[in-house]
């Protein structure tokens, strides 16, 4: 399919975008079945030390899916088939610099995040309950007293690697690619499905899809993906020390506690105060961007230059925002379509079995 030289440049990058978004979701079906028979096969027998092997399962897993898929596979895949220097791919995955404003509000955002995605998932967790769904209890990595270096080690796993490599992989050459072919509400739509099936798991596809969203919005507007990154890792991050609060005693411990002991108030009347302080703070960055440089044909706004009469008289024909959009083929979606139905069937299977937490 790319060996046709004759390809023109905008179907040829979306084809090799396609072509990485299928292997992603090729590639996790595969790591998470084997890494869900090779944990069933340990501990069907007497496991020692439960904690320790859970987090060497933790550390393998991680390992392969961020750093090895989501980052190197993806960027090797960008970099040999769309001959791009490594700058260059970085540049089409949107590693640019962007005003001091969207880093400070990127740490609200970040803050809020993870109680407006709690509120989400604890109404997404209730409905698929109350289909059937039996939710299965994580994997339990607490040592008996506090060890700083596990710590470490799970907010390197958990928040820094989520927080650089999903973003690479969905927030920038998918991004930039999707950008080119589609606008507005579609857009979006399709960007915020996108991250919801990649987590391949019914628990996570509702919130992480309005995350998706949200986060598709922050880079388009801030013009970087640095910002979601900030976002991300500082979403992961509290929810890790929230966990290893109410663990060990810290500070904040009990919130989880106090919020399920007040999930009436909290959903009904904290929670839609937060998902508004959210809106309002993508709405200031979205505002605080306007007019920031984005190329006509990217943002699909076009200059109107007063002034300029024809000869008869009358204005110039305005461009048409979407005669700037790459139209993708059927044949140019194929390996689009392939992902979407690997990771739909893959979290429809997690509903219905339980499979793969």
């Not at 080690?153 to 927080?163: D, M, R, S």
């Not at 857009?187 to 309005?210: E, P, S």
């Amino acid at each position: 399919m790319l060996q046709k030289a004759s390809l023109p440049p905008e179907q040829k990058t979306y084809r090799v975008v396609g072509i990485a978004m299928f292997a992603v979701a090729a590639a996790l079906l595969a790591v998470r079945t084997v890494s869900h028979l090779i944990s069933s096969a340990v501990f069907a027998g007497e496991v020692r030390d439960e904690v320790l092997v859970n987090l060497i399962f933790e550390v393998a897993f991680s390992i392969a899916v961020q750093a090895g898929i989501l980052l190197a596979g993806v960027f090797l895949i960008y970099k040999r088939a769309l001959k791009k220097s490594a700058r260059e791919v970085l540049e089409f995955s949107n590693f640019r610099r962007t005003k001091g404003i969207n880093y400070a509000l990127a740490v609200p955002i970040g803050f809020l995040a993870l109680f407006v995605t709690l509120g989400f998932s604890t109404i997404w967790r209730f409905i698929i309950i109350m289909f059937g769904y039996t939710p299965t209890a994580p994997a339990d990595t607490y040592t008996d007293t506090f060890n700083p270096g596990i710590f470490i080690l799970e907010l390197f796993l958990i928040a820094v690697l989520p927080g650089i490599c999903e973003e690479f992989a969905i927030r920038g050459g998918l991004l930039s690619t999707m950008r080119k072919s589609f606008k507005g509400r579609q857009f979006y739509i399709i960007m915020a499905l996108a991250f919801g099936l990649f987590h391949q798991n019914i628990t996570q596809v509702f919130y992480t899809a309005l995350f998706g969203g949200a986060m598709a919005f922050l880079a388009v507007k801030s013009r970087s993906i640095y910002p979601c990154m900030i976002v991300h890792f500082l979403n992961n991050g509290i929810s890790m020390y929230l966990g290893y609060a109410e663990h060990y005693g810290w500070f904040a411990g009990g919130l989880y506690d106090f919020i399920w002991d007040n999930l009436f108030i909290y959903i009904f009347v904290v929670f839609p105060m937060l998902t508004a302080g959210i809106i309002g703070l993508l709405a200031a960055v979205a505002k605080l961007n306007q007019g920031s440089g984005e190329s006509s044909v990217v943002s699909g706004q076009w200059p109107v230059v007063s002034g300029q009469l024809k000869e008869d008289g009358s204005m110039p024909r305005i461009p048409n925002p979407e005669e700037g959009l790459y139209r993708p083929t059927l044949a140019d979606n194929a390996f689009f379509i392939g992902a979407i139905v690997i990771a739909a069937l893959f979290t429809v299977f997690s509903f219905v079995w339980g499979l793969f937490y």
